[in-house]
């Protein structure tokens, strides 16, 4: 990757995803935290009271063994937890006298401990069971930090809990050694004065196994830091065994065996592999060769070794590169994930863009990939060299003559570094000027190189160009574009993916790409969207941009997500609004969309979809970025005249209105995100073109549906009521029985008794009858709108819903009233008359006078209400229940049953008490139960209450004082109605308040006075147009030829510059 600017100094590349991970809460990797705050807020004032308050904390002390004394944990299980990081293969048992690297405990020490798998559960703290004991003074006899207990079994000192590591098993101290500033110096040191024994934690995943404090400081070249830990009893001897720390060619070797902490490799090795020539710490032997050439200016030793067959031994047919099949890298990215399955790819499918044919396939088939099948043996023809019939290409990859899919790669698959990168990738990864120079001498002698890319899981597809573009480098840049660098390569890497796609990525055969979840929301800080050029313009490269597309990049390609360069910028608008001395997003934006080819036409299209059908614009409204969605309007809108402070000008309707050209309605415009948004900024957004193309939608059709529909409505419900209103409430004729008794006709409902039983009939016939025609319009309008909208629709309008829920009900009435069931028939009629009276708050919307407070009705419901009664049934439910104990042996009406006291507390918390506070002297414990009101009185009456009122009128004041949320709540009821009409009603509409612009393209002409940045942003360009015509008239002038008296003829321009004696 890139020289992304960070403090991580000790061998750690990415921690993966930390969201999850408690740790993190107090020290993050990204040098934050609760702790590191209170830290620098200590170290500013120079009060530590809260500092130290909180590492004392029994919060903190939660996350270490015995509060901070540590424990003795088996080595089996270390060892176990690390072999399941590695992906849980078999542990060997130890063969007597066997020995492995130099050890003062005897190797025949055993605990007997079988080759089990380790649980989760196995990391908890109940493993105290008989396997891990508290530090005791019978653990004497020590290698570094393992202890062996008076049961011979090897221990090993652990602080800070097993199951509340972070992601690659580090403890907070690592976290603070691994940033490395001065305030996580400081935080690092007052954990070690109140916790010692966290100063020999180790990291105890498989990558970075054995490291503590104690290397990292090292690491960091802190000599200050070592001595503080030296001086604190840091272990001298502990030994950092994990797979980062293994040579290169010993990784694929490692292996572990019981009772033995340290792991076992192949003892047949280099001992450096590619890192002995470029390492990650700026050094190694290619590296002090060009620094020793730059000082004597004498090339020949860097040019010999680069030239030899050492080097040449790492690369692909002495540097000549070679094609590698496709589904090789996929299987080698997949095991780097952890070996989930590749599904075949299904024909036709398409994810993200790209101009190979999706059903070319090479028949692999689903298998693992195994470390032989990265050696160079591989090319037993499923690998072959670099010929002229694989010219077929898109990136650089190619398609031979059998249509297989390759990828030309020069440095060996099984050389590789710890994360897939080649040479060429540490040069730039260190990027100093004499990793600079090696980096160009390597490619002068290889020039394959320079389109290797990353191929582990995590930085996939990164190749030298989008590192150069990360380190700001445009000369580096325009070197690698002028020597081949591909423009087209995609960087599709978890690291560079968005936060909510990591754990979706899945594989898929002849698809380089991956595949995610498309329900994003695209926050990642590293999300650059693939292409180099989408990484320069995230990163404001201005330079690098011009670059890029003066060599052909193509702004319109979109990633696995289907965003284009375009696309990008907007996601990244607020990230990079504080960027100093970088190109801004709109300056961006205008730079990408107005470069032209060289047939005069924009290269940048500006209507492209991702895939999630938004362009650049809609996805602006999505992700409420207000400036460069009113900076794209600026750009698509077409001013027709402006007179004084007065502009008229016409916006293009294609991606505003929720109308689409063909009439349907569009799910993702502009008008449909601002207007059913969440976020806070989209309530900001209900201004400018919204509100009025929301107006001109109001006047031209809106308004007398809306109230054409009200009136409907409301004969409707007259209709409704009138019908219950003449049901009788019994039997009013009922038979006389033998005995005397009056028997009731449950089918008393159908019959007529009276007059007004005909006029029941009809009322009741009209109810279903408008019930039934309701419903129909509804499907009507589902079957137009598709099902999704309508849905969502519902959604925004929860009364339009209940209205319908009641239709449904009275409907439902129908089957009661053929089986003579009355009891059934008014509970239906209870529910149709409450859930059809809601309605009424829909129509209230639309109405100035009300409808701010069915908005804030609204909002306290969803918001205040559900909060409220979340906390509020906690305690009833428990206060009652202890209630009913009091109670038990009485007969007390309320609190005897157990149900019954939930309604008696409920009723209490209501302020009527004053019987039942009498009723505590009858019961068993009368002071029991008057302890029990008293403190529910408090808690419930007197808190919560108070604070769901507080709650309450916080919410009444913020919608109170945004006058846009009314407009908001009409806007809805305009959607709604819009919806309910045909597609051809709608298209005629839309004809009505816009004007055309040619083909099927409408648009809104909007007339408004200009506001100070408008008026500012006019004058400045006035005065442009002014200086460039002086300009020009100066050009002109300079070109003039004068005549003097006499025989002398004069140049202006040479006259001007005293060349010539006038």
């Known amino acids: 990757m890139g020289n992304i600017n960070t403090n991580v100094t000790s061998g750690m590349k990415a921690q993966g995803d930390s969201k999850s991970k408690s740790l993190y809460k107090y020290v993050d990797l990204n040098g934050g935290g609760e702790l ?134 580090e403890s907070i101290l690592h976290l603070c050694l691994l940033n490395a500033t001065s305030v996580h110096a400081d935080l690092a040191k007052r954990l070690l004065q109140v916790y010692p024994k966290l100063i020999n934690d180790i990291y105890v995943s498989e990558e970075y196994y054995g490291e503590n404090v104690l290397h990292m400081a090292i690491s960091n070249e802190d000599p200050a830091m070592v001595k503080f830990l030296l001086d604190h009893g840091a272990d001298v001897h502990e030994r950092c065994c994990g797979n980062f720390f293994c040579p290169d060619d010993q990784k694929k070797t490692r292996s572990d065996v019981y009772d033995q902490e340290w792991v076992e490799v192949s003892q047949e090795t280099n001992y450096d592999g590619l890192y002995k020539y470029v390492d990650l710490n700026g050094g190694g032997e290619l590296v002090e060769l060009q620094k020793e050439a730059n000082r004597s200016k004498q090339f020949d030793k860097i040019d010999e070794k680069i030239r030899s067959d050492e080097i040449k031994g790492f690369l692909y047919n002495g540097g000549d590169g070679m094609l590698v099949d496709i589904n090789k890298l996929i299987e080698y990215r997949n095991r780097d994930r952890g070996g989930g399955g590749i599904r075949e790819k299904k024909p036709g499918k398409t994810v993200g863009k790209s101009s190979v044919s999706d059903t070319v396939s090479t028949g692999t088939a689903a298998t693992t990939l195994s470390d032989n099948d990265l050696q160079m043996n591989e090319i037993k023809g499923k690998e072959v060299k670099v010929t002229d019939d694989a010219e077929q290409r898109n990136g650089s990859v190619k398609i031979n003559s059998e249509g297989a899919q390759k990828k030309e790669m020069c440095w060996r698959l099984d050389e590789r570094g710890t994360v897939g990168e080649s040479i060429l990738h540490l040069c730039l990864l260190n990027a100093t000027s004499v990793h600079a120079d090696l980096a160009k001498r390597l490619l002068q002698v290889y020039p394959k190189l320079i389109n290797d890319i990353y191929v582990s899981e995590e930085y996939y597809g990164e190749n030298v160009l989008h590192m150069a573009i990360s380190n700001e480098d445009p000369a580096m840049v325009k070197f690698l574009l002028d020597h081949g660098a591909d423009v087209h390569e995609r960087c599709c890497g978890n690291f560079f993916c968005p936060d909510d796609q990591k754990k979706t990525r899945s594989d898929v055969y002849d698809q380089e790409w991956v595949e995610v979840s498309q329900e994003t929301n695209y926050d990642g800080m590293l999300y650059f969207g693939e292409y180099p050029l989408s990484f320069a313009a995230c990163l404001g490269q201005e330079e690098c941009v011009r670059l890029l597309v003066a060599k052909g990049a193509d702004p319109n390609l979109q990633d696995t997500n289907g965003n284009t360069a375009l696309h990008m910028i907007v996601i990244h608008d607020r990230k990079n609004r504080h960027r100093i001395g970088k190109c801004s997003s709109q300056d961006m934006f205008d730079l990408l969309y107005n470069l032209k080819d060289k047939n005069k036409n924009r290269i940048a299209e500006l209507h492209i979809k991702n895939n999630q059908g938004l362009t650049p614009l809609t996805l602006a409204a999505r992700l409420s970025r207000k400036d460069m969605y009113e900076h794209i309007l ?72 809306f109230y054409r529909r009200f009136l409907m409505f409301f004969l409707y419900y007259a209709i409704l009521v009138v019908a219950f209103m003449l049901r009788p409430g019994a039997d009013t004729m009922p038979t006389q029985g033998p005995n005397g008794t009056n028997i009731t006709n449950p089918c008393y409902l159908g019959l007529v008794r009276k007059p007004e039983d005909y006029a029941r009939f009809v009322f009741e016939a009209l109810t279903l009858a408008g019930a039934i025609l309701y419903l129909f319009l509804s499907s009507r309008e589902t079957y137009h709108v598709g099902i999704h909208v309508f849905i969502e629709s519902l959604r925004s309008a929860p009364t339009k819903a209940s209205f319908l829920l009641s239709c449904v009900v009275i409907v439902f009435l129908v089957p009661g009233r053929i089986a003579c069931a009355p009891g059934y028939e008014d509970v239906m009629a209870v529910f149709a008359v409450l859930l059809i009276s809601l309605y009424f708050l829909f129509f209230c919307r639309g109405f100035k006078i009300v409808g701010p407070f069915v908005a804030m009705i609204y909002k306290m419901i969803i918001g205040d209400l559900l909060r409220f009664f979340t906390i509020y049934l906690v305690f009833v439910m428990g206060f009652s229940q202890a209630m009913y104990i009091v109670y038990r042996g009485t007969d007390d009406p309320i609190f005897s049953h157990s149900t019954e006291s939930i309604m008696g507390m409920i009723i209490m918390s209501l302020g009527e008490f004053g019987d039942i506070y009498d009723s505590f002297d009858n019961t068993l414990h009368p002071i029991m139960g008057k302890v029990l009101f008293f403190v529910y009185m408090v808690l419930v009456t007197v808190l919560l209450v108070n604070m769901l009122i507080a709650m309450m009128g916080n919410t009444y004041t913020l919608i109170n004082s945004t006058q846009k949320e009314w407009l908001r709540q009409k806007a809805h009821i305009v959607l709604v109605i819009e919806q309910s009409v045909t597609t051809e009603e709608r298209k005629r509409q839309q004809r009505i308040y816009s004007q055309p612009m040619g083909g099927d393209r409408r648009a809104l002409v909007v007339r408004w006075h200009q506001s100070e940045k408008e008026k500012k942003e006019l004058l400045q360009l006035r005065e442009k147009h002014r200086l460039q015509k002086q300009s020009k008239l100066a050009r002109k002038r300079d070109g003039r030829i004068l005549v003097v008296s006499g025989s002398t003829t004069l140049n202006v321009l040479e006259a001007e510059q005293g060349l010539v004696n006038i």
């Open 36 to 169: 590191v705050e209170l830290q620098k807020e200590a170290n500013r004032s120079k009060q530590f009271d809260k500092i130290d308050e909180k590492i004392r904390s029994d919060e903190i002390k939660g996350f270490l063994y015995n509060g901070g004394d540590g424990m003795l944990v088996d080595i089996n299980k270390l060892i176990e937890y690390r072999n399941r990081d590695r992906g849980g293969g078999g542990i060997r048992e130890k063969k007597p006298g066997k020995t492995v690297g130099k050890s003062s405990v005897s190797d025949t020490v055993s605990t007997g401990t079988a080759a089990t798998t380790l649980s989760d559960n196995d990391l908890q703290m109940n493993e105290i069971k008989g396997k891990e004991v508290k530090v005791t003074d019978d653990a004497e006899q020590r290698n570094g930090s393992v202890k062996i207990n008076s049961e011979g079994a090897q221990k090993k000192e652990m602080c800070w809990r097993l199951d509340e590591r972070g992601t690659v098993g």
């Open 634 to 705: 600026e750009i698509e809108r077409e001013v027709y005249w402006m007179y004084g402070n007065v502009t008229c000008a016409n916006y293009p309707l294609q991606d505003i209105d929720t109308i689409a050209p063909d009439g349907r309605i569009n799910p993702r415009s502009v008008l449909r995100e601002v207007v059913y948004g969440k976020l806070p900024g989209h309530i900001d957004m209900m201004d400018g073109v919204v509100a009025n193309l929301l107006d001109e939608k109001w006047k031209t059709f809106a308004r007398y549906r």
